[in-house]
């Protein structure tokens, strides 16, 4: 079982960084691949990134691949998204995942943990 909190939630402007942090329970942390994902209103929750178990491979959604980078700390037992050069259009809610299945885990059926979602604001 896996316990997932994000937080750094926030109101940005565009062009402007934001950096949101998850923290995990759990002893067995570093043996899941993570990832976040994102919902904007009246929109399909879709992958942002994923990291592996020993942080050695990144996945990146394509058209974030530069603005976003995802790290992991198993020392934490914490992930991060730095989120730079923002748009309204990356407003969202942010969510952290572990994963269980899969390779790359950029799929939301690849994920059996989930946290409550942290709110992203980009004003124009």
């Known amino acids: 079982q896996v316990q997932l909190v994000e937080s750094g939630r926030g109101l940005v402007q565009a062009g402007g960084s934001l950096r949101l942090s998850c923290a995990a329970s759990?002893?067995?942390?570093?043996?899941?691949?993570m990832g976040w994902f994102r919902q904007a209103p009246g929109k399909e929750r879709e992958f942002v990134a994923s990291?592996?178990?020993?942080?050695?491979?990144?996945y990146y959604a394509d058209s974030l691949r530069g603005r976003f980078t995802i790290s992991r700390d198993n020392t934490k037992n914490t992930i991060g998204l730095q989120m730079n050069s923002l748009k309204p259009e990356d407003t969202a809610v942010y969510y952290c995942?572990?994963?269980?299945?899969?390779?790359?885990?950029?799929?939301?059926?690849?994920?059996?943990?989930w946290g409550q979602g942290t709110q992203v604001t980009v004003s124009s």
């Open positions: 995942a572990a994963a269980k299945y899969g390779t790359t885990w950029t799929r939301e059926h690849d994920y059996d943990y």
């Open positions: 759990g002893r067995s942390f570093p043996l899941y691949p």
């Open positions: 990291i592996s178990g020993s942080g050695l491979s990144t």
